[in-house]
C-alpha cells in the first residue's frame, strides 16, 4: 500500500487540543457523535454530526477543524478550504499545521499563490520532529513554485475526442497504440467489467471497436492497463485475483497467433509477487519490460521496476529504476515510446501542478534517464493526470478523461505534443513473407540489428497464417534487415538512418526462394573501406546469417562473388573484387565451413546490376554476393 506520512492524516485527531470546546450542549452531543462514527472510520456521517455541531455553535473550533480535516481526507477540497479558513479567523492559527492542511488543499483546487504563502508559514513555524511531514511539506513549497512559473507559460493544448467510434456511454480508458499507428486497443469498464477492445484504422478511420479476444477477455476477471508492442504481436497486460495469480495484481501477456490471441500466460516470479504488480511497458525490441510494483526494495509507495529478457526466455529479477525516476511518493502508468529511449510517465513525487501530473524522460549512451521534464500547464492541471501514451510518429499523444465534449464516464482523446516533449523519430519496416512459388506465407525469422552497437532492434517470427512483421526503426542508426527460413535463401536489406530525412516507413513483400542450384543474392551488408578488402565490423551480422545458412544446410555448396562499380582502372577493379570475395571466403573458412563446399571469384565492373551514370547507380554495382553451385 501506499506508503503515507501518519502526520497527513492524524491532523485531525489531535488538532484541537488548544482549540475552543463549545458549551452548548447540543453541539456537543453532536461533536461526540461524530467522534463515534470517526472510531468506525464512517467519515460522511461523521461530516453530518460536525455540520450540526456547527450549526448549533458557529464559533466551536474543534468541529470546524475536524470538518476542514475530513474534507481534506475524503479531497473534498473547496469544502475543506472553507472550514479551515473559519478556524484561522477564529484564532486557531497558534497550530500551524492548519497552515499545512489549507495549504494542500489549495494545492489541489490550483490556489497556488495561497498555498505558498501558507505552507512557507508551516515551514517557519513547524517546531515538530516529523521528517517526513516536513519533507512533504518542502515538496509542496516545489509544486507551488513549478505551477505560478508554469501558468505564466502555458503550452498549447487543445484535447480532442476520439470520437463516438472509439468512446461510448461506457468508461473508455486506457488506449494502446501499434507502431504503424493502425491498431488501437483499449480496456472498456461495462457493470463493473473491464475488457479489452480493439479498432483497426481504415482509410484513416477507426473502425467500430470490438472485443479483443474470448482467449484474454473474461467476465469474472478485470483486464487493463495493457501495453502493446510496436508490430502488434504480444499484449502485455494486467490481470487482478486471477486463480493462478502471485498477488493481487499479475503481469500477463499473450502472443498473438495469426489472426487470433493465445491463452494468456502468467509471467511468474520472479517478475510477479505476493505483492502489487501493474501497468507492464514493453520496449521495442522485446527485451526489457517495465512496470509499476509496491514490492520491498523501492524508494517510494509505488514504483516503476524493469526486468531484462535473457536468451533463453527468462526475466531477470526485477530493478528499480531508482532515483532518476522513483520519488518516495507514487509513480505510475509508464509508457515507453517507440523509440526505445523516451519514458512518460507519472507522479506526484517530482515537482507538478498538484496530485498526479505526466512527465518525461529521455534515457542517454549510458542508459541512464534524465532529469524529469514536466508536461506542464494545462497538459497537467491541479487535477490527476495519469495514463498518457505518445503516437509511432511522436507528434500525438493519447489519454482518457471525462471531460465535459465526452460520450461517456471517461473517453479517450488526443492532443498535438508540444516540440520539446517529442520523442526520437523513428520510423518502421513492415510487411510480408511468402514463397516465392507457391505464394504462401512462410513462418520466417526477421531480424533487424543495429550496425553500430550490434545490439538486436527486432527478432521475432513471422505467422504462417498471415506471414505478417513489423519491426521499428529508431532514426539515428544504420541497421541490417534480414529474413531466414528454413530450405530457403535468405533475404538481406540494408535501411541507412543516421540523419532523419522523413519517418516514411519501408514497406515490403518478400518472396523466399527455395534453395537450388543458380541462386543469387547480394549480401546488402557486407562492408568495406573505400578501395579496400578488409571486412568491416558490420559485417558480422550479415556474416552470421550467411554462416547459419551454411551450417543448417550441410549439403550446399556457394561461390563467393565480388563486384565492383566502372570507376577506375579495370584491372584494378578485378583484383578489388577478387580480394573482397576472398575476405569473405576466409571469414568462412576460420568459422569451420568446410573449404570444399566453397570458392570465390572476382568479376570486377562486369555484371553491373544498375547503370554506373550516377553514384547511386554505381552503389549497387559496389556489391558482394554469392551463387549456389550445388545441392
Given at each position: 500500500?501506499?506508503?503515507?506520512?501518519?502526520?497527513?492524516?492524524?491532523?485531525?485527531?489531535?488538532?484541537?487540543?488548544?482549540?475552543?470546546?463549545?458549551?452548548?450542549?447540543?453541539?456537543?452531543?453532536?461533536?461526540?457523535?461524530a467522534?463515534?462514527?470517526l472510531?468506525?472510520?464512517?467519515?460522511?456521517?461523521?461530516?453530518?454530526?460536525?455540520?450540526?455541531?456547527?450549526?448549533?455553535?458557529?464559533?466551536?473550533?474543534?468541529?470546524?477543524?475536524?470538518?476542514?480535516?475530513?474534507?481534506?481526507?475524503?479531497?473534498?477540497?473547496?469544502?475543506?478550504?472553507?472550514?479551515?479558513?473559519?478556524?484561522?479567523?477564529?484564532?486557531?492559527?497558534s497550530?500551524?499545521?492548519?497552515?499545512?492542511?489549507?495549504?494542500?488543499?489549495?494545492?489541489?483546487?490550483?490556489?497556488?499563490?495561497?498555498?505558498?504563502?501558507?505552507?512557507?508559514?508551516?515551514?517557519?513555524?513547524?517546531?515538530?520532529?516529523?521528517?517526513?511531514f516536513?519533507?512533504?511539506?518542502?515538496?509542496?513549497?516545489?509544486d507551488?513554485?513549478?505551477?505560478?512559473?508554469?501558468?505564466?507559460?502555458?503550452?498549447?493544448?487543445?484535447?480532442?475526442?476520439?470520437?463516438?467510434?472509439?468512446?461510448?456511454?461506457?468508461?473508455?480508458?486506457?488506449?494502446?497504440?501499434?507502431?504503424?499507428?493502425?491498431?488501437?486497443?483499449?480496456?472498456?469498464?461495462?457493470?463493473?467489467?473491464?475488457?479489452?477492445?480493439?479498432?483497426?484504422?481504415?482509410?484513416?478511420?477507426?473502425?467500430?471497436?470490438?472485443?479483443l479476444?474470448?482467449?484474454?477477455?473474461?467476465?469474472?476477471?478485470?483486464?487493463?492497463?495493457?501495453?502493446?508492442?510496436?508490430?502488434?504481436?504480444?499484449?502485455?497486460?494486467?490481470?487482478?485475483?486471477?486463480?493462478?495469480?502471485l498477488?493481487?495484481?499479475?503481469?500477463?501477456?499473450?502472443?498473438?497467433?495469426?489472426?487470433?490471441?493465445g491463452?494468456?500466460?502468467?509471467?511468474?516470479?520472479?517478475?510477479?509477487?505476493?505483492?502489487?504488480?501493474?501497468?507492464?511497458?514493453?520496449?521495442?525490441?522485446?527485451?526489457?519490460?517495465?512496470?509499476v510494483?509496491?514490492?520491498?526494495?523501492?524508494?517510494?509507495?509505488?514504483?516503476i521496476w524493469?526486468?531484462?529478457?535473457?536468451?533463453?526466455?527468462?526475466?531477470?529479477?526485477?530493478?528499480?529504476?531508482?532515483?532518476e525516476?522513483?520519488?518516495?511518493?507514487?509513480?505510475?502508468?509508464?509508457?515507453?515510446?517507440?523509440?526505445?529511449?523516451?519514458?512518460?510517465?507519472?507522479?506526484?513525487?517530482?515537482?507538478?501542478?498538484?496530485?498526479?501530473?505526466?512527465?518525461?524522460?529521455?534515457?542517454?549512451?549510458?542508459?541512464?534517464w534524465?532529469?524529469?521534464?514536466?508536461?506542464?500547464?494545462?497538459?497537467?492541471?491541479?487535477?490527476?493526470?495519469?495514463?498518457?501514451?505518445?503516437?509511432?510518429?511522436?507528434?500525438?499523444?493519447?489519454?482518457?478523461?471525462?471531460?465535459?465534449?465526452?460520450?461517456?464516464?471517461?473517453?479517450?482523446?488526443?492532443?498535438?505534443?508540444?516540440?520539446?516533449?517529442?520523442?526520437?523519430a523513428?520510423?518502421?519496416?513492415k510487411g510480408?513473407?511468402?514463397?516465392?512459388?507457391?505464394?504462401k506465407?512462410?513462418?520466417?525469422?526477421?531480424?533487424?540489428?543495429?550496425?553500430?552497437n550490434?545490439?538486436?532492434?527486432?527478432?521475432?517470427?513471422?505467422?504462417?497464417?498471415?506471414?505478417?512483421?513489423?519491426?521499428?526503426?529508431?532514426?539515428?542508426?544504420?541497421?541490417?534487415?534480414?529474413?531466414?527460413?528454413?530450405?530457403?535463401?535468405?533475404?538481406?536489406?540494408?535501411?541507412?538512418?543516421?540523419?532523419?530525412?522523413?519517418?516514411?516507413?519501408?514497406?515490403?513483400?518478400?518472396?523466399?526462394?527455395?534453395?537450388?542450384?543458380?541462386?543469387?543474392?547480394?549480401?546488402?551488408?557486407?562492408?568495406?573501406?573505400?578501395?579496400?578488402?578488409?571486412?568491416?565490423?558490420?559485417?558480422?551480422?550479415?556474416?552470421?546469417?550467411?554462416?547459419?545458412?551454411?551450417?543448417?544446410?550441410?549439403?550446399i555448396?556457394?561461390?563467393?562473388?565480388?563486384?565492383?562499380?566502372?570507376?577506375?582502372?579495370?584491372?584494378?577493379?578485378?583484383?578489388?573484387?577478387?580480394?573482397?570475395?576472398?575476405?569473405?571466403?576466409?571469414?568462412?573458412?576460420?568459422?569451420?565451413?568446410?573449404?570444399?563446399?566453397?570458392?570465390?571469384?572476382?568479376?570486377?565492373?562486369?555484371?553491373?546490376?544498375?547503370?554506373?551514370?550516377?553514384?547511386?547507380?554505381?552503389?549497387?554495382?559496389?556489391?558482394?554476393?554469392?551463387?549456389?553451385?550445388?545441392?
Amino acid at each position: 500500500m501506499k506508503k503515507i506520512s501518519i502526520a497527513a492524516f492524524l491532523v485531525f485527531l489531535i488538532l484541537g487540543v488548544n482549540a475552543q470546546n463549545s458549551t452548548v450542549k447540543k453541539a456537543t452531543a453532536d461533536f461526540d457523535k461524530a467522534q463515534a462514527y470517526l472510531n468506525n472510520n464512517e467519515y460522511e456521517a461523521a461530516i453530518a454530526s460536525l455540520k450540526d455541531a456547527v450549526a448549533a455553535d458557529a464559533n466551536f473550533q474543534n468541529a470546524i477543524i475536524q470538518l476542514a480535516e475530513l474534507n481534506r481526507r475524503i479531497r473534498s477540497f473547496e469544502e475543506a478550504k472553507l472550514y479551515y479558513n473559519k478556524a484561522l479567523a477564529l484564532g486557531a492559527g497558534s497550530d500551524v499545521r492548519l497552515h499545512y492542511g489549507l495549504a494542500e488543499c489549495q494545492i489541489n483546487t490550483g490556489d497556488y499563490q495561497s498555498a505558498l504563502k501558507n505552507i512557507n508559514v508551516f515551514i517557519e513555524k513547524y517546531t515538530g520532529n516529523d521528517k517526513a511531514f516536513l519533507a512533504k511539506a518542502e515538496k509542496y513549497r516545489k509544486d507551488c513554485e513549478f505551477s505560478i512559473q508554469a501558468l505564466k507559460t502555458p503550452q498549447k493544448y487543445e484535447p480532442v475526442n476520439l470520437g463516438a467510434k472509439i468512446n461510448s456511454k461506457h468508461r473508455d480508458y486506457f488506449p494502446a497504440i501499434t507502431a504503424d499507428n493502425e491498431t488501437l486497443i483499449f480496456s472498456r469498464n461495462i457493470d463493473g467489467n473491464e475488457d479489452f477492445f480493439i479498432s483497426k484504422k481504415v482509410d484513416k478511420e477507426w473502425t467500430d471497436p470490438v472485443s479483443l479476444s474470448s482467449n484474454i477477455n473474461t467476465s469474472q476477471f478485470n483486464e487493463g492497463a495493457q501495453s502493446i508492442s510496436p508490430d502488434g504481436q504480444y499484449l502485455f497486460f494486467t490481470g487482478c485475483n486471477r486463480p493462478n495469480g502471485l498477488g493481487r495484481c499479475d503481469i500477463y501477456v499473450s502472443h498473438k497467433e495469426g489472426n487470433n490471441w493465445g491463452q494468456p500466460f502468467n509471467l511468474g516470479a520472479p517478475v510477479n509477487s505476493m505483492y502489487w504488480e501493474s501497468q507492464p511497458a514493453i520496449s521495442p525490441d522485446g527485451s526489457t519490460l517495465y512496470f509499476v510494483s509496491n514490492r520491498p526494495g523501492g524508494i517510494g509507495g509505488y514504483d516503476i521496476w524493469k526486468t531484462l529478457l535473457n536468451e533463453e526466455g527468462e526475466w531477470s529479477v526485477p530493478v528499480n529504476l531508482g532515483p532518476e525516476i522513483n520519488t518516495p511518493y507514487d509513480e505510475n502508468t509508464p509508457f515507453l515510446h517507440a523509440d526505445g529511449k523516451t519514458l512518460y510517465f507519472s507522479s506526484d513525487g517530482w515537482p507538478g501542478m498538484g496530485s498526479k501530473d505526466i512527465f518525461m524522460s529521455r534515457m542517454d549512451s549510458t542508459s541512464h534517464w534524465s532529469k524529469p521534464l514536466n508536461m506542464g500547464y494545462p497538459i497537467n492541471s491541479f487535477s490527476e493526470e495519469t495514463g498518457l501514451i505518445v503516437s509511432p510518429n511522436g507528434t500525438e499523444a493519447f489519454f482518457s478523461s471525462n471531460l465535459k465534449d465526452g460520450h461517456g464516464d471517461m473517453d479517450i482523446y488526443q492532443f498535438k505534443l508540444p516540440e520539446d516533449k517529442k520523442p526520437m523519430a523513428i520510423t518502421y519496416v513492415k510487411g510480408i513473407v511468402r514463397d516465392k512459388e507457391t505464394r504462401k506465407f512462410l513462418e520466417a525469422r526477421v531480424q533487424v540489428v543495429n550496425l553500430g552497437n550490434k545490439k538486436t532492434a527486432y527478432n521475432d517470427y513471422t505467422s504462417k497464417d498471415n506471414g505478417e512483421f513489423l519491426a521499428v526503426m529508431p532514426f539515428g542508426a544504420d541497421y541490417a534487415f534480414n529474413v531466414s527460413a528454413d530450405g530457403y535463401l535468405f533475404y538481406s536489406e540494408n535501411y541507412e538512418l543516421k540523419s532523419v530525412n522523413g519517418n516514411k516507413p519501408f514497406l515490403l513483400e518478400i518472396d523466399l526462394e527455395r534453395l537450388k542450384v543458380g541462386t543469387n543474392m547480394v549480401l546488402k551488408n557486407i562492408f568495406f573501406d573505400t578501395n579496400e578488402y578488409t571486412l568491416l565490423p558490420a559485417s558480422v551480422t550479415e556474416l552470421a546469417t550467411l554462416k547459419e545458412l551454411l551450417k543448417n544446410n550441410p549439403n550446399i555448396h556457394i561461390e563467393v562473388q565480388g563486384h565492383t562499380d566502372n570507376v577506375g582502372n579495370d584491372l584494378q577493379n578485378e583484383k578489388l573484387s577478387v580480394n573482397r570475395a576472398k575476405a569473405v571466403y576466409d571469414h568462412l573458412i576460420e568459422s569451420k565451413i568446410d573449404a570444399a563446399r566453397l570458392t570465390y571469384k572476382g568479376y570486377g565492373e562486369t555484371k553491373p546490376i544498375a547503370g554506373n551514370e550516377t553514384e547511386e547507380k554505381r552503389k549497387k554495382n559496389r556489391r558482394t554476393s554469392f551463387i549456389i553451385t550445388k545441392i
